[in-house]
């Protein structure tokens, strides 16, 4: 298949050369660039609009680790596949990232992650992590250990949090916030999920908040009877 793409190249040059006064360069300039793959959050409008500054080079000169690093430049592209389509196509492949979480304001950590920063961020149903700046692996670490904690119980995670001095806390997406300070989280949010299970849960509507830094036990916040 190389020696046939590489004999058909050499025509299209031979062509090329009986066409006119252009170089080769010119005649093989890239002029359109087809994107291919499932599309969920990029538009291939958008994308377009990343790769432009491929149109108009040479299909004989541009390298493919340069095309992919162009590529890859764009935010929701995780991996790619690039091929020359002669005389004048670049042919992309795109995988998207699948995001996980949001990170902060106008961020989202990948299933791979990564941390990217869309154009525009999308609704999505995904839990909202929080914390210090290059603090993600930490803080989606955390959040993997605390989901497979909750595996078993009905409540999940609306928002994680790292304060910057290193305290955790949780919004459940019941509305309860827990907090859990700064050591044994595992064991702070287990023991709140006991207490939960046999006093806390049909009584939700009641609840602030909830403080699981104590050693024996876990204070609550109570709404005041209007």
């Not at 190389?2 to 009986?18: D, N, P, Q, Y």
């Not at 803080?139 to 250990?145: A, H, I, K, N, S």
Request: proline share 4%.
């Amino acid at each position: 298949m190389r020696i046939a793409a590489l004999i058909g190249a050499v025509l299209l040059i031979l062509l090329a050369t009986f066409q006119g006064n252009d170089s080769p360069e010119t005649w093989f300039a890239i002029q359109k660039i087809e994107i291919k793959g499932d599309l969920k959050y990029a538009t291939e409008e958008e994308l377009q609009s990343d790769y432009s500054s491929l149109l108009g080079q040479s299909l004989l000169s541009i390298s493919l680790s340069d095309a992919l690093a162009t590529v890859l430049s764009s935010e929701w592209v995780a991996s790619a596949e690039i091929r020359k389509v002669w005389p004048n196509t670049l042919q992309v492949l795109v995988h998207e990232h699948t995001p996980l979480a949001y990170w902060g304001d106008g961020q989202l950590i990948s299933t791979s992650a990564v941390v990217i920063t869309p154009p525009k961020v999308p609704d999505l149903p995904l839990t909202k992590l929080y914390g210090p700046e290059d603090s993600s692996d930490v803080v989606l670490e955390q959040f993997g250990l605390v989901s497979q904690v909750l595996a078993s119980t009905s409540l999940r995670i609306s928002t994680l949090t790292l304060e910057p001095r290193g305290a955790w806390s949780i919004i459940f997406t019941n509305g309860v916030a827990v907090k859990l300070g700064r050591e044994d989280i595992l064991e702070r949010l287990q023991r709140f999920i006991a207490v939960y299970k046999s006093d806390l849960s049909g009584r939700i509507d009641q609840i602030t908040s909830v403080d699981a830094r104590y050693p024996h036990g876990v204070a609550v916040g109570w709404k005041k009877n209007k």
